[in-house]
Nanobody, 123 residues
Framework: QVQLVESGGGLVQAGDSLSLSCAAS????????MGWFRQAPGKERELVAG????????YHSDSVKGRFTISRGNAKSTVYLQMNSLKPEDTAVYYC????????????????WGQGTQVTVSS
């Protein structure tokens, strides 16, 4: 079993930046793609960004492209989401996820989920 633990959420103002981290532990995530989903109240969960095991493929949703950047640490068991120019509509619970491929993440079929971290952007 893989445990994913997110950190870095909080309350910020519109235009601010925030960085999320997700550390994997337990069974190895070797070969797994990792990504970030978010879910706002009353809305469906949305894939925000994903990155392949090798980091040579990355995906960012249109809603965050140019503002958010996903990356992996050198040990590859940690994934980061750098969020710049935050907007009130970015307010959501952000979930880390791991899947056997980036395609599985894009199909909303991750193998593991984190517990989520709240990001609140005030106007």
């Amino acid at each position: 079993q893989v445990q994913l633990v997110e950190s870095g959420g909080g309350l910020v103002q519109a235009g601010d930046s925030l960085s999320l981290s997700c550390a994997a532990s337990g069974r190895t995530v070797s070969g797994y793609a990792m990504g970030w989903f978010r879910q706002a109240p009353g809305k469906e969960r949305e894939l925000v960004a994903g990155i392949s095991w090798s980091s040579d493929n990355a995906y960012h949703s249109d809603s965050v492209k140019g503002r958010f950047t996903i990356s992996r640490g050198n040990a590859k068991s940690t994934v980061y989401l750098q969020m710049n120019s935050l907007k009130p509509e970015d307010t959501a619970v952000y979930y880390c996820a791991a899947g056997l491929s980036l395609l599985r993440l894009r199909r909303y079929e991750p193998d593991y989920w984190g517990q989520g971290t709240q990001v609140t952007v005030s106007s």
